[in-house]
């Protein structure tokens, strides 16, 4: 396909104000870049965050996105892993300093100078964009792009918080089920695991929807489980569910925090924490991460459930994430 100099992206401008349609210069690839047609973008529940003013001082103007499906159209100059035609996914970390005390000791993930993707650099809600290659996934297979998209993060988050959680877990809770749950429960059936879906009050169609992925019990958020509770995982960005987490979990448990941003914790009675249960948050993900779980996704045969968006309509899809009126992930359709 020919590469045009101008390109369609939805952009930020302020945050708490809608995304705008604008047409802006094709962006150049740096020596360690690679120049992305992008096919889909993921609308993750970050983006949210960004666009609501709920994660500071984002790069301004600025363009979302970190679930990217694209293939390589160019290249720059010391770029060695990929070549134009590669089919290719880029995450939420897009660079790291690999010199902090954090990237020496392998915890890339708690970098103290980190750039992310659709946050403090462009992303992917646009026809074209840039990534780093060394922050890049190939993606072989023959998956479509709106469907491989939520890998990318959704997936990714998903799997770290899951292996947070640790060994011998028979019932795991899943609070919050949205992209990263869907995915995270199918990871968690193939293991052998039980998954107790617990969805906002009232909200019968998620509850539905994740008995029809395997859960073996969906109630409300305020609910007890029919079983206590060996681990639990928390995607939904309510404080509240933490002490509600730990209250359904048995001693010994782990409540994983899997978000980026969380409304304020309640105080809570010191005998739910009792019992060397542990509260642990998961802060972005590793590359190590990626590599490890791209391979294990086609092991599991993960289908992810997406709402499919054209680009012009972010706003939209961003506002139906607000609301909680997405099943499973939304993602844009952009080529």
Same mark, same amino acid.
């Given at each position: 396909m020919a590469v045009h100099a101008k390109m369609q992206a939805m952009v930020l401008d302020s945050p708490g104000m809608p995304l705008c349609l604008r047409e802006i210069p094709l962006p150049v690839p740096g020596l360690n870049q690679i120049l992305l047609q992008v096919h889909a973008c993921g609308v993750c529940r970050t983006d949210l965050h960004i666009a609501d003013g709920d994660l500071p001082n984002p790069k301004l103007p600025l363009i979302l996105g970190h679930e990217i499906v694209?293939?390589?159209?160019a290249v720059g100059s010391q770029v060695t892993k990929f070549h134009p035609g590669d089919r290719v996914g880029v995450p939420w970390l897009g660079h790291t300093c690999g010199r902090c005390r954090y990237c020496l000791k392998g915890r890339e993930n708690l970098c103290d100078y980190p750039g992310f993707t659709g946050y403090t650099r462009d992303g992917g809600f646009a026809e074209y964009t840039v990534a780093d290659e060394k922050y890049t996934f190939p993606l072989p297979g023959s998956s479509s792009p709106i469907h491989a998209a939520p890998l990318l993060c959704a997936g990714l988050i998903g799997y770290r918080s899951y292996r947070?959680?640790?060994?011998?877990?028979? #019932?795991?809770?899943?609070?919050g089920f949205g992209a990263a749950a869907h995915i995270t429960t199918q990871v968690a059936l193939y293991h052998g695991q039980k998954v107790y879906a617990f969805t906002a009050?009232?909200?019968?169609?998620?509850?539905?929807?994740?008995l029809s992925l395997g859960a073996v019990w969906a109630g409300d958020s305020t609910s007890q489980p029919p079983a206590l509770l060996d681990a639990a995982i928390?995607?939904?960005?309510?404080?509240?569910?933490?002490?509600?987490?730990l209250a359904a979990t048995a001693k010994g448990g782990v409540v994983v925090c899997g978000g980026? #941003?969380?409304?304020?914790?309640?105080?809570f009675s010191y005998d739910i924490l009792w019992g060397e249960r542990v509260v642990r948050s998961v802060a972005n993900l590793t590359r190590q991460d990626g590599e490890e779980f791209l391979a294990l996704a086609p092991k599991v045969l993960i289908k992810t459930e997406v709402q499919p968006f054209?680009?012009?309509?972010?706003?939209r899809a961003l506002d139906?994430?607000?609301?909680?009126?997405?099943?499973g992930a939304a993602v844009l359709n952009i080529s």
């Open positions: 694209g293939t390589v159209l947070m959680i640790g060994e011998d877990v028979e #019932h795991l809770g899943i609070y009050p009232g909200d019968l169609a998620a509850q539905k929807f994740a928390i995607f939904a960005p309510v404080g509240s569910l933490i002490p509600a987490a980026i #941003h969380m409304s304020l914790i309640p105080s054209p680009l012009e309509d972010a706003n139906l994430l607000r609301q909680g009126q997405i099943q």
